[in-house]
């Protein structure tokens, strides 16, 4: 079989190439296929960088091993000397709300705050993030100023290696092709060290123009240990040595930080390109050296509070190893959609979303964008909101999922709460994005039942509506909080 000849697909947002698809349940199932692929098969983690390339047809791998349920990958440990261990598996979101985290390394959940969408931030995990080798990704400054060390694994056993040494140049690491990572370590933070994050993007739900990262400890008025690195102004993410150097030792005050702010803009090397002009990364590389360091200044005071690590519970749940050999090949999956266990036959690079509409007849949820960029295809997978235009559906197998016709009442047919409050605060117009601000607010609601107005702009960032106001959205979400038992 031709591997690269494309299908009968002609939609070209639909995974048009053909390929194997894989489920490791194991690492060293998930080696043992990489080796046999011979550099052809990429791991799906989230897909949230894997399926947009390969939807635009930039990446056409031979297989995709998806190792999600491997288990034990999803978790944070935190060590007795204070060092953390991160699974690769960890969710962009789990990190941010860690509790851990956000108090020993606020930096981390500061970079995890600042994706593109709540969906995106569910769905990504750190271990794509930093694979993917992109010089935007947000966790890799501060994981540089933070010391992080990599293990990568392969049949032939297990390396470490600096974040730093990691990154290659654009797009390439030095992950070898039947290479996983499969742990990133964190020192454990000096005693009154802070580490903080800052992203200038476009808008609030892009990739960054620019990124710093500052992590150092306070010593009374002195500044000592402290790294600085950057994403998005050099071919990957950096460590700036010689502006830590200015600072380090040094006492604080607001002209040191102008001195060092100006050597971060001769320093890098950034481009022109979509997001950004190189002379404006330059200008606001500037700014963002000062006010990141002014904002971890007063922070860094502080003690630490005692660890108040609290380890992820692990959901994998074990499932038979999944094969399905190229995209002619139809595998039997069961999904619960909408409370209801349903069988449906898939290929390979079909995606839930066009499961849901074309198979199963549910048109509430809908196609827009198609590369993770809208959020209108929200739905809930396992109670969390994600993009069921980057699922491919035979990954979901097994999984609880919700779609907005989910949200009524199965017997009476009353529309949800947070549904009438949508009809009463008029909160759409012609309604294409409603569904997916549904899904979105839905699980919004059932995570943090009181939220306050930031927190719900927030967390529906990535949804976009072409047509209202997001005012009246934001009213009718508040209008329900109390609604929620
Ligand atoms: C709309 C949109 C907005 C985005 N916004 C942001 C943003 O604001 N900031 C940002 O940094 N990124 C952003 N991204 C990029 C992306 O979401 C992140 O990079 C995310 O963390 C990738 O994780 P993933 O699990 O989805 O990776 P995947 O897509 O599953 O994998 C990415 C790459 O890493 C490889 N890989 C994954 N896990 C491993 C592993 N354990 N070992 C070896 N290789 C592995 C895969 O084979 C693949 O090549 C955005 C993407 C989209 C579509
Ligand atoms: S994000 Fe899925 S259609 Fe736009
Ligand atoms: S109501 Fe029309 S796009 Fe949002």
């Known amino acids: 079989m031709d591997k690269h000849a494309p299908n009968e697909m002609t939609n070209s947002h639909l995974l048009v190439r053909n390929f194997d698809y894989l489920e490791a349940s194991t690492i060293g199932e998930a080696l043992y ?114 010391g992080a060390e990599l293990t990568l694994a392969s049949r032939q056993g297990k390396r470490t290696l600096s974040l730093e040494a990691f990154f290659l140049s654009p797009g390439k690491t030095d992950l070898k092709p039947t290479e996983m990572l499969v742990g990133i370590t964190l020192p454990a933070p000096e005693p009154g060290s802070t580490s903080v994050f800052l992203k200038a993007s476009r808008v609030v739900a892009d990739l960054a123009k620019a990124s710093l990262a500052i992590a150092f400890t ?74 990141a360091m002014n904002q971890a200044w007063p922070l860094a005071l502080n003690p630490k509070p005692a660890s108040v690590a609290a380890p992820q519970a692990n959901g994998h749940h074990h499932l038979p190893l999944t094969k399905a050999l190229g995209t002619d090949h139809l595998t039997e999956v069961e999904l619960t959609v909408n409370g209801c266990k349903t069988k449906v036959w898939v290929a390979a690079n079909e995606l839930l979303l066009n499961v849901l509409r074309e198979k199963l007849e549910l048109t509430g949820t809908k196609y827009a964008c198609g590369i993770g960029e809208c959020s209108a295809c929200t739905v809930q997978i396992d109670g969390k909101p994600m993009l069921s235009c980057l699922v491919l559906a035979i990954s979901a197998a097994g999984k609880e999922i919700t779609t907005v016709e989910g949200l009524q009442d199965p017997k009476t047919g009353e529309l949800d709460p947070l549904q009438e409050a949508f009809i009463e605060n008029t909160a759409f117009q012609c309604g294409y994005c409603t569904p997916g601000i549904l899904m979105t607010a839905k699980a919004l609601l059932n995570e943090t039942p009181d939220p306050d107005e930031g927190q719900v702009r927030h967390y529906l960032r990535g949804n976009n509506c072409r047509c209202t106001g997001y005012a009246s959205i934001v009213r009718a979400v508040l209008s329900c909080a109390d609604h929620q038992e």
């Open 33 to 146: 296929w990489l080796e046999q692929y011979d550099g052809r098969a990429r791991l799906l983690a989230g897909g949230t960088d894997l399926i947009v390339l390969m939807k635009m047809e930039r990446l056409n791998p031979g297989a995709i091993i998806n190792i999600t349920k491997i288990p034990g990958l999803n978790e944070i440990k935190v060590n007795p000397n204070g060092s953390v261990e991160i699974g690769p598996l960890v969710t962009i979101h789990t990190l941010a709300m860690h509790p851990h985290i956000r108090v020993n390394f606020p930096g981390l959940a500061a970079a995890c705050l600042s994706f593109g969408s709540t969906q995106i931030e569910t769905m990504g995990t750190i271990g794509g993030n930093l694979c993917n080798g992109s010089p935007a990704a947000d966790t890799a400054p501060v994981l540089l100023t933070l």
């Open 218 to 291: 306070r010593q009374g008025e002195r500044i000592t240990g402290c790294k600085v690195a950057m994403g998005s102004v050099a071919p990957t993410p950096i460590l700036l040595p010689n502006v830590a150097e200015t600072l380090n030792g040094q006492i604080f005050s607001q002209d040191l930080l102008a001195d060092a702010g100006k050597l971060v803009a001769e320093t890098i090397s950034p481009i022109d390109d979509v997001r950004s002009s190189a002379w404006y990364r330059r200008r606001i590389a500037n700014v963002l050296l000062q006010d």
